[in-house]
């Protein structure tokens, strides 16, 4: 019998400070579409699914709201709750398809506290998204700040199924979905929950320089330029948006659901983060640095 996990990365909610802002990066930079708007809650898509990300307006702590993940069977979802309950994990279950346009939900927080929905089947839409200049994939990954990123990798392993891709010493953690994407989440040693930044996967470098092109024209900041992660293999650049850092990226190693492999423990030093930097002089990653700082916090 197959041992239920988590099949991929489903969409990302996050609680924002200006909501007519955001709106407007995820549509006119990202280019994601709006698929719905209800209230204070804006629902945005790149593809057939409902959404790809959710923005929730609040007066209070903007961060992350909720990361969606899908499972691929309504059987599948029933075991890995059951399995959560059997560990003591404090669950939610219900119908989420009037309020949150997935036929099935289960809710949980993570070791460190970051909210987590496993679902079955979100809402497919009728119609594909309008045409765009940048064509994405796929919200590929996030990256979640973590107290403890070995406790971290064992929920996640243990619980959800997924897969230990690479770890960087002991202050990242790399880990895969069924879809095989080398990480669908990264475990980041920073000692508090929180979202550290999201993934969109263009097809090519064509579409990854005309994102950084529309990026450029708004005058958006690159955080962290044109690179080439060594743990992945996967080309792109950083760019803060107003509600976390977004990362466009395409060519990551994926791997197959039966694929016999060996997760590396690489170095945490520059090349690491970018094989362009090699021989260029040793020195923490960026990407480390910026993990420490605060990350965008949970609600």
Same mark, same amino acid.
Request: aromatic share 8%; hydrophobic share 40%.
């Given at each position: 019998?197959?041992?239920?996990?988590?099949?991929?990365?489903?969409?990302?909610?996050?609680?924002?400070?200006?909501?007519?802002?955001?709106?407007?990066?995820?549509?006119?930079?990202?280019?994601?579409?709006?698929?719905? !708007?209800?209230? @204070? &809650?804006?629902?945005? =898509?790149?593809?057939?699914? #409902?959404?790809?990300?959710?923005?929730?307006?609040?007066? $209070?702590?903007?961060?992350?709201?909720?990361?969606?993940?899908?499972?691929?069977?309504?059987?599948?979802?029933?075991?890995?709750?059951?399995?959560?309950?059997?560990?003591?994990?404090?669950?939610?279950?219900?119908?989420?398809?009037?309020?949150?346009?997935?036929d099935r939900f289960v809710r949980f927080d993570d070791p460190a506290g970051n909210p987590i929905e496993?679902?079955?089947?979100?809402?497919?839409?009728?119609?594909?998204?309008?045409?765009?200049?940048?064509?994405?994939?796929?919200?590929?990954?996030?990256?979640?700040?973590?107290?403890?990123?070995?406790?971290?990798?064992?929920?996640?392993?243990?619980?959800?199924?997924? !897969?230990?891709? @690479? &770890?960087?010493?002991? =202050?990242?953690?790399?880990? #895969?979905?069924?879809?095989?994407?080398?990480?669908?989440? $990264?475990?980041?040693?920073?000692?508090?929950?929180?979202?550290?930044?999201?993934?969109?996967?263009?097809?090519?470098?064509?579409?990854?320089?005309?994102?950084?092109?529309?990026?450029?024209?708004?005058?958006?900041?690159?955080?962290?330029?044109?690179?080439?992660?060594?743990?992945?293999?996967?080309?792109?650049?950083?760019?803060?948006?107003?509600?976390?850092?977004?990362?466009?990226?395409?060519?990551?190693?994926?791997?197959?659901?039966?694929?016999?492999?060996?997760?590396?423990?690489?170095?945490?030093?520059?090349?690491?983060?970018?094989?362009?930097?090699?021989?260029?002089?040793d020195g923490e990653l960026d990407i480390l640095r910026q993990l420490e700082r605060q990350p965008t916090?949970?609600?």
């Amino acid at each position: 019998m197959t041992t239920a996990r988590a099949d991929r990365l489903g969409y990302v909610a996050m609680k924002v400070e200006d909501l007519d802002r955001s709106v407007d990066f995820w549509t006119n930079v990202v280019q994601l579409e709006v698929s719905d !708007r209800e209230g @204070d &809650r804006v629902y945005l =898509r790149g593809g057939m699914q #409902h959404h790809w990300i959710v923005l929730e307006a609040t007066d $209070g702590e903007p961060g992350l709201a909720r990361l969606g993940v899908e499972v691929a069977s309504r059987d599948e979802l029933d075991a890995i709750e059951r399995r959560l309950a059997d560990a003591g994990v404090a669950v939610e279950s219900g119908d989420g398809l009037a309020s949150d346009y997935v036929d099935r939900f289960v809710r949980f927080d993570d070791p460190a506290g970051n909210p987590i929905e496993l679902y079955h089947d979100m809402v497919t839409m009728a119609v594909p998204p309008k045409p765009v200049n940048v064509e994405l994939w796929d919200v590929q990954h996030v990256v979640l700040g973590q107290t403890d990123v070995k406790a971290a990798e064992e929920f996640y392993a243990g619980l959800l199924g997924m !897969r230990v891709s @690479d &770890r960087m010493g002991r =202050r990242v953690t790399f880990m #895969h979905f069924r879809n095989g994407w080398h990480h669908g989440i $990264g475990l980041g040693a920073t000692g508090r929950a929180g979202l550290n930044h999201i993934c969109f996967q263009p097809p090519d470098l064509d579409n990854t320089m005309r994102a950084r092109a529309r990026v450029r024209h708004a005058k958006i900041p690159i955080t962290r330029d044109l690179l080439k992660h060594g743990p992945s293999g996967s080309v792109g650049f950083y760019c803060q948006g107003p509600d976390t850092v977004v990362e466009f990226s395409f060519g990551a190693r994926r791997f197959g659901e039966d694929e016999a492999f060996k997760p590396r423990l690489l170095p945490t030093d520059r090349a690491t983060g970018d094989v362009y930097q090699a021989g260029l002089g040793d020195g923490e990653l960026d990407i480390l640095r910026q993990l420490e700082r605060q990350p965008t916090a949970a609600g």
